[in-house]
């Protein structure tokens, strides 16, 4: 597939108004993605489960407009008029116009909320931008009928690739790889794929509880974090590495090696950090309670054997990730001794997810 396939032929048929629904998941991603080329091309593969809990759920609403020079819509976080979010949608209009070139005809209503709390920390642009590039899809869908269901997740997956990066792995689940590596059958740059090689029973409905550590706006957003790896030193091999762990990860994840797992996924979450600590300029996204929570994490296993293990995004906040068989004790652990490091005790359980879903 190249970007031209998905430039639609004229359409035939014309479209009054209406309205469509999805609700589209986050993903955590395993192996991260981190350092990107215009446009929104990874520098590296990644890996991510699609999560189940933590989601955004979009209307969009459409009707035909007389005057079509110009995009214009209105945005409504939780019933209300957020004009802040408007110039990240218009960057995404301009971006995907050539792909879905009705965008000047309608006047758009889109109305979003998510199921997890308002500035938590958790990053609502993968599931926002998702649950939007499916409801632009739901649209041209009712121009073209006859699109299979797997070009229009493909399709849905790059738009939201061109939104924000990590979006175009939250249309589908359970695991989703992003970015072309000779490691993985199919995979591209343009668009998520579902992981083709077999998993063992032992990563189904795996438990991934999420610390709120820090619920701040960050000091350096992901944009500006992907930008600092142009010319980062460290750059080309960091990419190699990402390369070599999808390869690494196909017999871990083959052989239900849980260990082998939290080795690998720990190692990209600190990884990841020691990018952003190893740019210039050079900062940090964890806070002292984040190093808190690895070490009691780390002290944990160590005392229990038990297979808990954690990962970072770009923030303070810490993925617990471990087997669903496990989920009793490690909650118990969860609550009794990490709430503690949590702004106002708050945690989000959530668990690997399938993917999107059309309500309307
Ligand atoms: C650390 O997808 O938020 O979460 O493409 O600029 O929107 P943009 O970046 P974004 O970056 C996410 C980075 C990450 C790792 C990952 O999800 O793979």
Request: net charge negative; proline share 4%.
């Amino acid at each position: 597939m190249t970007e031209q396939d998905f430039i639609p032929k004229p359409y035939t048929n014309t479209l009054k108004q209406g309205k469509v629904t999805w609700e589209s998941p986050s993903n955590i991603a395993l192996v991260k993605y981190w350092g990107k080329r215009d446009p929104q091309i990874p520098e590296n593969p990644s890996i991510s489960f699609t999560l189940s809990q933590c989601k955004t759920i979009t209307t969009l609403s459409y009707k035909q407009k007389e005057v079509t020079s110009d995009f214009s819509f209105d945005v409504f976080l939780d019933g209300e008029k957020k004009d802040a979010f408007k110039p990240k949608i218009e960057t995404f209009f301009k971006r995907v116009e050539q792909y879905v070139p009705f965008l000047k005809d309608f006047h758009f209503t889109i109305e979003t909320k998510n199921t997890f709390p308002h500035s938590s920390g958790i990053a609502s642009s993968a599931s926002g931008m998702s649950a939007l590039a499916l409801c632009l899809m739901s649209v041209e869908k009712l121009f073209n009928t006859e699109m299979s269901n797997t070009f229009f997740n493909q399709k849905a997956s790059f738009l939201a690739r061109l939104g924000s990066g990590s979006a175009c792995r939250s249309v589908e689940g359970d695991l989703i790889v992003w970015g072309h590596t000779k490691h993985v059958a199919e995979s591209s740059d343009l668009f998520g794929v579902k992981y083709p090689y077999t998993v063992h029973d032992n990563f189904k409905n795996y438990q991934d509880t999420i610390l709120l550590i820090d619920k701040g706006e960050k000091q350096v957003s992901s944009t500006v974090g992907h930008n600092l790896m142009h010319n980062h030193p460290y750059a080309a091999s960091r990419f190699q590495q990402a390369h070599d762990n999808l390869e690494k990860l196909k017999p871990i994840l083959e052989a239900g090696d849980i260990k082998g797992f939290i080795n690998l996924m720990e190692s990209e979450a600190l990884t990841l950090h020691g990018m952003m600590m190893t740019s210039n300029p050079y900062y940090i996204l964890m806070k002292p309670n984040t190093l808190e929570v690895i070490n009691r994490i780390w002290k944990f296993r160590e005392d229990t054997g038990l297979h808990i293990g954690f990962t970072l995004d770009a923030g303070a906040n810490v993925h617990i990730l471990y087997p669903e068989s496990e989920k009793v004790e490690i909650l118990n652990f969860i609550e009794n001794e990490l709430v503690a490091y949590c702004k106002n005790g708050e945690y989000i359980c959530d668990q690997i997810g399938f993917g999107a879903n059309q309500i309307e």
